[in-house]
């Protein structure tokens, strides 16, 4: 049974960081590519950031250049480092598998950034 644990988020101004980590317990980890999914109240669920299991990594538009995926295959983690973060990046952030596999996702974690 897979189970994804987020933790990491916060309350951070405009401009912060914050680091985002995922563990998830119960699967090969490294026969996976992962991706850090995030909704905003009112929205769908999207992809924010992806890793493949070669480290191939592809980001949004919205957040190139100020998100950095990574994985680490010897603790099954997958993290997202987030800086120069706005407003709209206040979301609940969630990992899965990438495709997202249902029975997968996790409680997420609250992202909320705010002057």
């Known amino acids: 049974q897979v189970q994804l644990v987020e933790s990491g988020g916060g309350l951070v101004q405009p401009g912060g960081s914050l680091r985002l980590s995922c563990v998830m317990s119960?699967?090969?980890?490294?026969?996976?590519?992962m991706a850090w999914y995030r909704q905003a109240p009112g929205n769908e669920r999207d992809l924010v950031a992806r890793?493949?299991?070669?480290?191939?990594?592809t980001y949004a538009d919205s957040v190139k250049g100020r998100f950095t995926i990574s994985r680490d295959n010897a603790n099954n983690m997958v993290t997202l480092q987030m800086n120069s973060l706005k407003l709209e990046d206040t979301a609940v952030y969630y990992c899965?598998?990438?495709?997202?596999?249902?029975?997968?996702w996790g409680q997420g974690t609250q992202v909320t950034v705010s002057s």
């Open positions: 899965n598998a990438q495709p997202p596999v249902a029975g997968y």
């Open positions: 119960g699967r090969a980890f490294r026969l996976y590519a």
């Open positions: 890793i493949g299991t070669g480290g191939m990594t």
